[in-house]
């Protein structure tokens, strides 16, 4: 008699929290015995593609995008557990001054002295940045400088040098060779996103669904959202 193959289970991931999403791969298959096929991007483009009619299993969304997907009928909101969050930092490239940015002034020294600024367009983290800037009475200097990037990209061309600085998810930034991290943005600006999972309306296998999410606060999966910059939080 055959075996019978694993179940696949369909995951919209966030890419906030796509690096110990992927270190995790094969123990959260062990564990849940399941097979994983992950799909990452930011919040909104995961988002949209649900309530286009793509087909899933469990997504990982920030809050507000979930209750979206629930009012939208999408998600099942009886299976919707918060388990991270994240702020955004900045980095320069390896090699360079390493300047402070623990308080509004000296952020706003580094934003004003940088020739380029990368963040991205359309993720989260976005407002934040944006929000930034104007606490901080920069907000025309920093966007005749700045260049929006596609999902994760922004660290990247700090590291091939093409752009000075980078402002993104801690998560994002830490894990990108080549690139340094001088610090979270200061209280008085940071705003933290969250994450979390939920299950689809038309999930094929809810028990997997469970056991994937279960994971996801468990003192394993705790333990490694802080080695990438991430904080456990429960419900």
């Given at each position: 008699?055959?075996?019978?193959?694993?179940?696949?289970?369909?995951?919209y991931s966030s890419?906030?929290?796509?690096?110990v999403?992927?270190?995790?791969?094969?123990d959260?298959?062990r564990?849940?015995?399941?097979?994983?096929?992950?799909?990452?991007?930011?919040?909104?483009?995961?988002?949209d593609?649900?309530?286009?009619?793509?087909?899933?299993?469990?997504?990982i969304?920030?809050?507000?995008?979930?209750?979206e997907?629930?009012?939208?009928?999408?998600?099942d909101?009886?299976?919707?557990?918060?388990?991270s969050?994240?702020?955004?930092?900045?980095?320069?490239?390896q090699?360079e001054?390493?300047?402070?940015?623990?308080?509004?002034?000296?952020?706003?020294?580094?934003?004003?002295?940088a020739?380029?600024?990368?963040?991205?367009?359309?993720?989260q983290s976005?407002?934040?940045?944006?929000?930034s800037?104007?606490?901080?009475?920069?907000?025309?200097?920093?966007?005749?400088?700045?260049r929006?990037?596609?999902?994760g990209?922004?660290?990247?061309?700090?590291?091939?040098?093409?752009?000075?600085?980078?402002?993104?998810?801690?998560?994002?930034?830490?894990r990108?060779p080549?690139?340094?991290?001088?610090?979270?943005?200061?209280?008085?600006?940071?705003?933290?996103?969250?994450?979390?999972?939920?299950?689809?309306?038309?999930?094929?296998?809810?028990?997997?669904?469970?056991?994937?999410?279960?994971?996801?606060?468990?003192p394993?999966?705790?333990?490694a959202?802080?080695?990438?910059?991430?904080?456990f939080?429960?419900?």
């Open positions: 008699m055959l075996a019978q193959e694993p179940t696949l289970l369909r995951v890419n906030g929290v796509k690096a999403l992927e270190d995790l791969h094969l959260i298959e564990t849940i015995e399941a097979t994983l096929s992950f799909e990452f991007s930011t919040s909104r483009t995961l988002a593609k649900v309530l286009s009619g793509e087909s899933f299993d469990v997504v969304l920030t809050p507000a995008l979930i209750d997907l629930i009012a939208s009928k999408k998600v909101s009886n299976s919707r557990s918060k388990f969050q994240v702020g955004v930092g900045v980095g320069s490239r090699g001054l390493v300047k402070s940015v623990s308080t509004l002034d000296d952020l706003r020294e580094v934003l004003l002295g020739e380029s600024i990368a963040y991205g367009e359309n993720g976005r407002r934040t940045n944006e929000a800037f104007a606490t901080l009475g920069i907000t025309e200097e920093v966007h005749k400088k700045r929006l990037t596609g999902p990209k922004g660290p990247q061309l700090v590291a091939e040098g093409e752009v000075e600085l980078v402002l993104t998810l801690v998560s994002e930034l830490i990108e080549g690139v340094q991290f001088l610090g979270v943005l200061p209280p008085e600006v940071q705003r933290y996103i969250q994450f979390e999972a939920a299950m689809g309306i038309a999930v094929k296998d809810s028990v997997n669904g469970r056991e994937f999410i279960r994971f996801l606060s468990s394993e999966f705790s333990s959202l802080k080695k990438h910059g991430l904080e939080i429960s419900q």
